[in-house]
């Protein structure tokens, strides 16, 4: 720590340390830096004068949209392809499945030979955050969500849907028709499929699924987060792919957050019993499986392709769909992210510490965003206030 | 330790691409294609431009794989490639013959703009220096500028990308703080003595 004894503001700026404090923004970092000014107070309005400094040295940032970045990456597929080069094109279809996973979800694609034959743009089109809430039927056309908790039932043939009420018919034809729900941010759905399962689907999410299951295994893609609670067919198998990870049930209840922005995707089990699937780092790209008992959580690290298990309290993991968050000793940055889904708004972090305060408790979010927010602040040392683009603040008190 | 966390991320990511595996390189877009894009900005307006260069940059990236190295910094390494690419295209489109040397191109910083948060913390006295300080500054010293607290690249990094030497580099940067540093001050300095004589005039009669 003496090293900084003599130091001026331009050292300051000089020094790696400090620029990492300033660029990462780590808590770690801010612990070690605010520790270090209680301690020597003289060096405060140094430190301080370097911070301004650093913040008035950056500058706007000009940003690709998602369809623009997803268009982008679809060309650099394209080049490398027409550059004649038959191996880059072959590995660059693996590469096009997990940008497929960062936009969709829906990875194992080539894998599994999957029964979805629809092409991966037509999914890419539309993403949740951007998108409003809706149903698309196989011909293409959209009957748009307007509730913020919707409900779709299908019939047993899925010729027929109820829609909030209204029915509607749809032709069945021999091969499977996909349709898809979108829940934009602010939104929730309930939805029955022909063989009875039920889905809720949380926030930012969307699920693609035949209307009705004709083979012998039930199939459906999730991105963002899911409940399920799957109708009994031991002949008939009933797979979630989320992104990079495949979950093979016969008839159980479940939850699958797998949201695009997350590194890990997390599974909980209520009950019954459910096979996870994926491919590890390795040379080989071997098939690993997990089985999981009922209260039991498994996270997919996505990036080191790892599971870590362990036993949990589920009704905090599912109370989401009664319209309740529950925590217990949850970071308050991972419960904020969660409340940023549910009411479609900006949350920001003043001091990147206050993100580790532990957050328990029950939220009603029959509330408004404000009322849950004026909640944490009674519970926890914080302030909150909104900024003139209608972001959220959250300061120390 | 988390504080390792990104950096560490990183590195994994670079060297499972390096050692063959193809499936991290749309983890390694993902990651960059935005301060890439907002690099090239800075260069051209022209977003269709730099979107064509970042798109080559990439497929350099696969067809010169093998010639990478573990120790290269992915970003450094995806920034120097992208301006190299975009000076590239600029001359071609001014068709000139010579290549553009580094005097020769403009360098944006949007520093001043829509920073509303940060700048609100100044009296307008002080927004006002602040924007002619900066605008005063060279293309270079905006570009090392850049390069440091946005990208937060090395001083030896940036000496690479901008063709100096290292203390050149650090001297370059260095100067743009000082400069910034007196306009923090001269106008606290006047404004303390402003406060000053304020007080001054209050208590003068009481006394």
């Known amino acids: 720590m003496d090293k900084y004894k003599d130091f001026s503001v331009a050292d300051f700026l000089d020094d790696p340390d400090f620029m990492r404090w300033m660029t990462d923004q780590d808590h770690e970092d801010d612990i070690f830096w605010n520790e270090y000014i209680k301690l020597n107070p003289s060096k405060k309005d140094q430190i301080n004068e370097a911070k301004l400094v650093f913040r008035l040295l950056q500058s706007r940032e000009n940003k690709l949209t998602l369809s623009e970045q997803y268009d982008l990456w679809n060309n650099i597929q394209q080049a490398s392809k027409s550059s004649g080069k038959q191996i880059v094109f072959q590995l660059l279809k693996y590469a096009a499945v997990l940008i497929f996973v960062f936009f969709l979800g829906a990875a194992s694609y080539y894998y599994y030979q999957s029964s979805f034959s629809a092409h991966p743009l037509q999914f890419a089109e539309t993403f949740p955050a951007d998108a409003g809430a809706m149903v698309i039927l196989a011909d293409g056309s959209k009957i748009s969500l307007r509730k913020e908790m919707s409900e779709i039932l299908y019939s047993k043939n899925g010729d027929q849907l109820v829609v909030n009420n209204d029915t509607i018919r749809q032709k069945s034809e021999i091969k499977e028709a996909l349709n898809k729900v979108i829940v934009s941010y602010g939104k929730k759905s309930m939805i029955v499929l022909s063989d009875g399962t039920k889905v809720w689907l949380n926030a930012g999410s969307q699920l693609i699924y035949p209307a009705a299951f004709i083979k012998e295994v039930r199939e459906v893609s999730l991105v963002g987060e899911a409940f399920f609670d799957v109708a009994k067919n031991p002949e008939r198998p009933f797979i979630v792919k989320a992104a990079d990870v495949n979950v093979q049930v016969l008839g159980t209840r479940f939850d699958i957050s797998a949201y695009p922005e997350d590194k890990i995707i997390q599974t909980v089990l209520e009950e019954g019993k459910i096979t996870l699937k994926y491919e590890d780092n390795g040379l080989f790209k071997r098939d690993h499986t997990v089985e999981m008992a009922p209260n039991q959580m498994v996270e997919f690290d996505r990036l080191l392709r790892e599971t870590t298990s362990s036993v949990v309290n589920v009704s905090k993991y599912v109370s989401w769909k009664e319209g309740m968050l529950e925590f217990e000793k949850v970071d308050l940055i991972k419960a904020l992210k969660q409340i940023e889904r549910f009411y479609n708004v900006n949350i920001m972090l003043d001091n990147q510490q206050i993100g580790t305060y532990k957050l328990s408790g029950k939220l009603d979010l029959k509330n408004t965003a404000e009322d849950v927010l004026n909640i944490i602040k009674l519970t926890l040392p914080v302030n909150w206030q909104r900024k003139t683009n209608g972001d959220y603040l959250l300061t120390k008190k | ?207």
């Open chain 2, 1 to 207: 330790m988390p504080k390792l966390d990104k950096r560490s991320d990183e590195r994994l990511l670079w060297s499972r691409f390096l050692n063959g595996d193809d499936q991290v390189l749309s983890l390694i877009y993902l990651q960059y294609s935005n301060p890439l894009f907002d690099y090239g900005c800075r260069f051209s307006k022209n977003t269709d431009l730099v979107k064509d260069c970042i798109q080559e940059v990439f497929c350099n990236l696969l067809r010169t794989r093998k010639n990478l190295s573990e120790t290269d910094n992915v970003k450094f390494y995806l920034l120097k490639s992208l301006k190299r690419q975009i000076l590239k295209e600029i001359q071609k489109s001014s068709n000139k013959l010579v290549s553009i040397n580094d005097q020769e191109y403009s360098f944006e910083l949007l520093l001043g703009q829509n920073n509303d948060d940060q700048l609100n913390e100044l009296n307008e006295v002080k927004q006002q220096a602040l924007v002619e300080a900066l605008e005063s500054l060279t293309d270079r010293q905006k570009e090392a500028i850049y390069l440091r607290f946005d990208r937060g690249l090395e001083y030896n990094e940036i000496s690479e990308i901008l063709n100096l030497n290292y203390q050149s580099a650090r001297a370059l940067i260095h100067r743009a703080i000082e400069k910034l540093r007196e306009v923090i001050h001269i106008q606290e300095q006047k404004f303390t003595q402003i406060l000053f004589s304020i007080l001054m005039s209050r208590t003068r009669p009481v006394l």
